[in-house]
């Protein structure tokens, strides 16, 4: 809702702006994000989104749970399937056009339906999309027209999966009228829910998103978010690797590769194309990345390694089938059965283990 009174609260522009305003209104958060992608804090908190999330097994509804197929893992939330009782849920991986075209996409919804069903997701149907390049757009509106039964239709999911850019192609699709919501690549961009109607007298209703603190968009300015986060088709990158070697991912994350099955190992690195990949040898690491950082290896600055980024923390695990070793929101590092590696990310940023997507 647009007001005038508060501004700390959601909707706020001020009267004068309003006056102003004649075909588009939109408050002040908006329109500093449309001109100077700038974003303003407003009170909407991880409670809120509970609280709406539990209404959610009250309804007749369809869910359709859309994930970042970049950051699976991460952008799923946690306890889904409960809060929604007995409504059906699709499953939406977006960002295909990340993924290398040499992928099989049937694999890969075959890989999100098991990694689904490990975390207790349970989806009538599995979609891959890109919401900015339109794949699958149609398909989805399809499978939604064919699963609601005449019923509402929640869109869900967490902050910076691309839920808002979806929604925007499919009120595009459907009306011919562009960019109707404001996106940008700050998560939480959606503060409160958007109700489209449907030619029945239902509607397809966007949440905002849970907001996913760990993923390494809240620790970068805008401009290092720009170069660490994927935008094209991913070429990954191969290395072979031996025991005791370490790959630095620019100054953002680094790989150990501590000790592995055979005497050279194949690793592959699923990152931005434009992030340099930097190997040394692991007992030197740490001398490197102190020497190095902010320089050699960039990004982040100088600047923002000694002001606002987080320090590096270390994560080990060992591997008993081919796994990815994942940084949220940054990429991937595909490493054999049998090896003992470590991940080292921003303090904050998750780094998880998961049978290899590819
Ligand atoms: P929301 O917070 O889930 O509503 O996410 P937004 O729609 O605001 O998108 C978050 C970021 O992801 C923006 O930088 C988008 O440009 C980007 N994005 C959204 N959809 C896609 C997609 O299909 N492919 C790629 N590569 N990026 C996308």
Redesign the pocket.
């Known amino acids: 809702m647009i007001q005038t009174m508060n501004p700390d609260k959601a909707g706020y522009t001020p009267q004068s702006a309003l006056n102003k305003q004649k075909d588009e209104v939109y408050c002040q958060r908006c329109f500093r994000l449309r001109h100077y992608n700038e974003i303003a804090d407003v009170d909407y908190s991880d409670d809120d989104f509970l609280r709406f999330l539990n209404q959610l097994s009250d309804k007749e509804a369809l869910i359709v749970n ?1 994930i970042d197929i970049f950051d699976f893992t991460g952008s799923l939330i946690p306890g889904l399937q409960r809060f929604v009782g007995n409504n059906p849920i699709l499953l939406v991986g ?5 993924l290398p075209r040499s992928l099989k996409r049937s694999k890969i919804k075959d890989w999100m339906r098991q990694s689904a069903n490990k975390a207790g997701l349970r989806p009538i149907d599995v979609f891959l ?5 339109g794949g699958q757009v149609d398909e989805l509106l399809a499978a939604i027209e064919k699963y609601r039964e005449g019923r509402d239709v929640y869109i869900v ?1 967490v ?8 929604i925007n192609r499919i009120i595009n699709q459907l009306t011919g009228v562009q960019e109707l919501i404001t ?3 700050f ?4 503060l409160d829910r958007i109700e489209i109607p449907l030619d029945d007298g239902h509607f397809l209703i966007d949440t905002p ?1 849970i907001i996913h603190r760990n993923q390494m968009a809240h620790y970068l300015s805008p401009k290092e978010l720009r170069l660490a ?3 094209k088709e991913i070429k990954p990158k191969t290395y072979q690797l031996q025991a005791g070697q370490t790959l630095f991912l620019s100054a953002l994350a680094r790989f150990d590769f501590i000790k592995g099955p055979k005497e050279r190992n194949g690793i592959a690195i699923y990152l931005d194309n434009n992030l340099k990949v930097h190997r040394t040898k692991l007992a030197n690491a740490d001398q490197f990345y102190a020497k190095h950082a902010g320089e050699i290896l960039q990004p982040p600055t100088k600047k923002e390694l000694e002001t606002t980024f987080p320090k590096l923390v270390r994560y080990e695990f060992k591997t008993t089938e081919k796994s990815d070793l994942v940084f949220a929101g940054l990429g991937w590092v595909t490493v054999p059965k049998n090896s003992n590696i470590a991940g080292w990310a921003p303090e904050g940023v998750g780094v998880t283990i998961r049978k290899a997507m590819i």
């Open positions: 859309v977006n960002k295909e056009d990340l999309t890109s919401a900015k390049k999911g902050t910076n999966v691309g839920k808002s850019t979806l996106t940008s690549k998560p939480g961009t959606t998103g986060t994927p935008q």
